[in-house]
């Protein structure tokens, strides 16, 4: 079929022709943003799912959303290794010149101003230029962040809340805020609700986060909801291939989607690059299983050199060494001990490789003591990546 016309749109944060299957979460949210909007208590959100299941797909969403009901908002990707403050400044900078400009410069928003260019000075983050008058007073500037975002973010709440305004912040891969960070988040979360101030907050990560934050603080779990963002329900899948094609006059048979339903477990990405390369090798509509079956050998070959590849590249040995050994014993989950088992080893000694992968989410555990590719279809890659299992050797005993 013609690949000009060809809807589909596999890659990180591309959105989708057909946004399937998230309604709900849509509609807590919906919901969530008015009650806030109306002065009601509404909880702060934290999305969370593996790689590809369309986080940032939702989040942008959810962004949207917030300003079509004419929010303020920020939003930005936490980088690796933290430096919350050097993305939020110039985003918060924004918000307050949008401020000033609904009306005249008053006394919240000076405080708002004052606090903001506060922190930014103690966080070492420039802010030359910045056009608010700004006060003496002693706001958000004790160099503890713990202390001093929450005092930014709630000057800046009752500076939008003067102006009938409220702000909603959209954090993505929240996982990689420092503990210190994630902790000042939350305390600011917690602060904006008790005051019943306009602010809303909706972060989106892998799914270590809700224990990285009852970690940081134990109220945390009372603060958030944490909608689940997985693989699609089967109705939605083939309505996220099928819809697509649709539009452009192109049906699907049923076998067709049921294999390919079948093959990616729903996942989204690959229900998006499925449909891509089955759309491009198909001559006619409709589009048949022998279609997808013609197709198969060809995506397998894009994920191992594309998606897999990158992954696998960016790990030690010993991290794909593990990775291998949950390989050999299929798709998964795994009990941890016998992914040590099969590396010949003790559990304690590959604890520290396991710890790792998990935070680059590469594996993670929904049960104590189970271990999990994060993806479907690792498993067949590692063997292809790596034919052969070799038991583990402590690395003081490697050549
Ligand atoms: N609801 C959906 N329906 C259909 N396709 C979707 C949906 N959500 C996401 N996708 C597709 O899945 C792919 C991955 O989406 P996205 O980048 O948002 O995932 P992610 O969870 O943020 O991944 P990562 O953790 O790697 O950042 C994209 O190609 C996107 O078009
Ligand atoms: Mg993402």
């Not at 928003?109 to 930014?120: D, K, P, Q, W």
């Not at 910045?130 to 929450?150: I, Y």
């Not at 929240?174 to 005051?195: F, G, K, N």
């Not at 935070?359 to 189970?370: D, I, K, P, Q």
Request: hydrophobic share 40%; with cysteine; net charge negative.
């Amino acid at each position: 079929m013609d690949p000009r016309k060809n809807p589909y749109s596999p890659g990180a944060g591309q959105n989708p022709p057909e946004f399937a299957g998230r309604e709900q979460i849509v509609e807590q949210a919906d919901i969530a943003f008015d009650r806030i909007a109306a002065g009601r208590y509404a909880k702060d959100f934290m999305l969370l799912g593996l790689r590809g299941v369309g986080k940032t797909v939702l989040l942008n969403h959810l962004h949207r959303m917030a300003q079509d009901k004419a929010f303020e908002t920020i939003r930005f990707e936490a980088p690796e290794g933290g430096l919350l403050a050097r993305n939020i400044v110039p985003e918060l900078r924004v918000v307050l010149r949008r401020l000033n400009y609904l009306s005249a410069a008053e006394h919240r928003l000076e405080r708002a101003a004052t606090a903001l260019r506060n922190f930014a000075s103690i966080f070492k983050i420039g802010y030359e230029g910045f056009e608010f008058g700004a006060s003496a007073e002693p706001l958000a500037d004790s160099g503890d962040m713990e202390r001093d975002l929450p005092e930014l973010l709630i000057a800046v709440a009752e500076a939008a809340s003067a102006r009938g305004r409220c702000i909603g912040i959209f954090i993505d891969e929240v996982q990689y805020l420092t503990t210190e960070e994630l902790s000042a988040l939350i305390v600011a979360c917690h602060e904006a609700s008790q005051r019943s101030l306009p602010i809303i907050f909706v972060g989106a990560g892998l799914p270590q986060i809700a224990a990285l934050a009852g970690n940081a603080k134990s109220y945390a779990e009372r603060l958030f909801d944490y909608p689940e963002v997985g693989p699609l329900e089967d109705a939605a899948a083939r309505r996220a291939l099928a819809e697509p094609a649709r539009a452009e006059g192109v049906a699907f048979e049923g076998e067709a989607l049921d294999t390919i339903l079948s093959i990616t477990e729903c996942y989204p990405y690959y229900l998006q690059v499925w449909g891509k390369y089955v759309w491009d090798n198909a001559a006619q509509s409709p589009i048949t299983r022998s279609d997808v079956d013609r197709s198969n050998d060809e995506i397998i070959y894009h994920l191992d050199t594309n998606f897999f590849r990158t992954r696998f590249d960016r790990l030690t040995p010993l991290q794909q060494q593990y990775l291998r050994a949950m390989a050999e014993l299929g798709p998964g989950p795994h009990k941890t001990g016998d992914i040590a088992a099969a590396l010949q080893c003790e559990s304690s000694r590959v604890g520290a490789v396991r710890e790792r992968l998990t935070r680059l989410g590469m594996v993670w555990s929904l049960r104590h003591g189970e271990t999990a590719f994060t993806v479907p279809l690792f498993d067949d890659f590692m063997k292809r990546a790596i034919p052969v299992l070799e038991p583990y050797v402590p690395r003081r005993r490697q050549k």
